[in-house]
């Protein structure tokens, strides 16, 4: 894509000057044609779909989405659950021992969907917004991402055979899914000690090539441009697209003035800040889940990075390929429990305790793949609801509880303790001995057991971007 999602943010406002300018010279009429032709010339922007653009766009698209349902041609007959049925009878190379660690069952995960349903009528006009599904009318509120409508209909055939909730609300979760879910843990945690085929048999030109994913403010800029100096030299023929949390206008100058290739898109504060106003709070970390939902619905691929990641690799291909099954990647922070990283407060969301997760790692959140699926649908959904309540992601008045001591007390890891807590409602654990645990099926590391990233905090690169400089890249 060429067009600059950041030039289209401003259009609303030079429209208005326009709008108003006019208004001297005409009369109303002309005003009201011009107006006519506006709304049908967005409209027509809108059903030939424009995925980047901004406000001008949004102000009218639910009123047009609404019409629109994409699943009434979707007939559950199609459904073609081929590779489903060859995951569900891949052969665990490892019998997994009982432990304590929480795991996706019936129970656990039929109180966190009534949890989610609950909050659904206060956040619908941000799940409207970010494309999230509500379960209380799944049939009209699932979206193709980034246009995708044959993988929309993958995702409505797995939920039509695994999660039904019926119009008085009552939610069936299929004893099927559970083992579903049993499997794809399997067999991802498998690729820690052996090959999957997949690896070989896949080629990479099949795979949907993932666009990378920045988000930064002023005090961030110097760092932003230290990662895109190694996505410059990585990743080269990727598309590039910076959140912009609070850039100043002369930094977005720059940017745009050295990076053809980058789209600018502005984070939605004015969609959230009515009903979650700790999001623009930015150590509350809630941005964050934000950023990756609004990313994976334009884009339906994604590999995030904070601006502090470094990137070594172009090689995501094992990863990407164990993405389409699993649809959510990070890496664990092995022998940093959960526990000892997250308030009390955070487990009482969910309607759990700091006992269940003691010996489950934290992972971190400034690395992420997602690829647009059935389960990244799940996960994405629950970590942002968590993340639009501060009583989930940054709770206050409450303690860090766990067995292990840690240095210090209370501490709290916002969206990574959030996010681990809500993959452990979809993932089963690895196997673990002698107090350590194999990486978890969602740990990159199960993929490729090679650093590809490194993490260098507060190390930024002032002057990579230069106010005059004109590259070609
Ligand atoms: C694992 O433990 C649970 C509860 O402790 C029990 O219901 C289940 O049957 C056990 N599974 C196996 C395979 O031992
Ligand atoms: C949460 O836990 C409490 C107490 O254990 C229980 O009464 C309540 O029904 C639970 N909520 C959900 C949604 O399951
Ligand atoms: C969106 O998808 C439809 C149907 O799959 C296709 O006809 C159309 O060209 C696509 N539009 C874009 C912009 O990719
Ligand atoms: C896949 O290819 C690699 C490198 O070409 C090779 O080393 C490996 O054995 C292959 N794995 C399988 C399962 O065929
Ligand atoms: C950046 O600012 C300069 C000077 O004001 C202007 O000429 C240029 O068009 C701007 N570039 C972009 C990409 O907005």
Redesign the pocket.
């Known amino acids: 894509m060429t067009r600059s999602t950041s030039r289209a943010g401003h259009q609303p406002n030079l429209w208005l000057l326009f709008i108003l300018r006019l208004r001297k010279c005409f009369q109303l009429r002309y005003l009201l044609t011009i107006l006519i032709c506006l709304i049908l010339l967005t409209y027509l922007r809108l059903i030939s779909h424009a995925p980047s653009d901004q406000l001008l766009f949004d102000n009218l698209k639910p009123v047009v989405e609404e019409e629109k349902n994409y699943l009434d041609n979707a007939n559950s007959n199609k459904c073609d659950f081929k590779e489903i049925e060859s995951l569900l009878r891949y052969t665990s190379l490892k019998n997994s021992k009982n432990d304590s660690r929480p795991r996706p069952t019936i129970e656990r995960l039929h109180t966190l969907f009534q949890i989610l349903i609950s909050s659904e009528d206060k956040y619908r006009e941000i799940f409207k917004y970010l494309n999230i599904f509500r379960f209380s009318d799944i049939h009209n509120t699932l979206r193709p991402y980034s246009n995708n409508t044959e993988r929309l209909y993958d995702i409505y055939c797995m939920f039509q055979r695994y999660i039904t909730i019926s119009d008085n609300g009552h939610i069936d979760i299929a004893p099927s899914f559970i083992q579903y879910l049993k499997q794809v843990s399997s067999y991802l945690s498998d690729g820690y000690n052996s090959?999957?085929?997949q690896?070989?048999k896949t080629s990479i030109n099949d795979i949907q090539k993932p666009v990378v994913i920045l988000a930064a403010n002023t005090h961030f800029y110097p760092m932003l441009q230290a990662s895109m100096r190694t996505i410059n030299q990585y990743l080269k023929d990727y598309k590039v697209v910076i959140y912009d949390l609070g850039l100043s206008s002369i930094q977005l100058n720059m940017t745009q003035e050295n990076c053809d290739r980058c789209v600018i898109i502005k984070f939605p504060f004015h969609v959230v800040e009515t009903v979650a106003p700790h999001v623009r709070m930015l150590g509350s970390f809630a941005w964050k889940p934000i950023v990756i939902q609004d990313a994976l619905r334009r884009f339906g691929s994604i590999i995030y990075g904070d601006t502090s990641v470094r990137y070594k690799t172009s090689n995501f291909n094992r990863l990407l390929i164990d993405n389409l099954i699993r649809g959510f990647s990070c890496r664990e922070l092995p022998s940093h429990y959960v526990s000892c990283y997250t308030l009390s407060k955070t487990f009482t969301w969910f309607n759990d305790t700091f006992k269940t997760f003691e010996d489950i790692y934290i992972a971190e959140a400034g690395f992420l793949a997602v690829t647009d699926n059935f389960l990244s649908r799940l996960i994405l959904k629950t970590w942002v609801t968590c993340a639009l309540d501060s009583d989930c992601i940054a709770p206050i008045k409450s303690k860090t509880e766990c067995k292990r001591l840690t240095v210090q007390a209370n501490v709290h890891r916002y969206d990574q303790s959030a996010m681990v807590i809500v993959l452990s409602y979809y993932f089963f654990p690895s196997s673990r001995h002698n107090d350590k645990s194999e990486p978890a099926p969602y740990d990159m590391y199960s993929s490729i057991q090679a650093s590809i990233a490194d993490v260098r905090r507060a190390e930024g690169d002032p002057n990579y971007f230069t106010t005059k400089k004109n590259l070609n890249q």
């Open positions: 090959q999957h085929l690896w070989n």
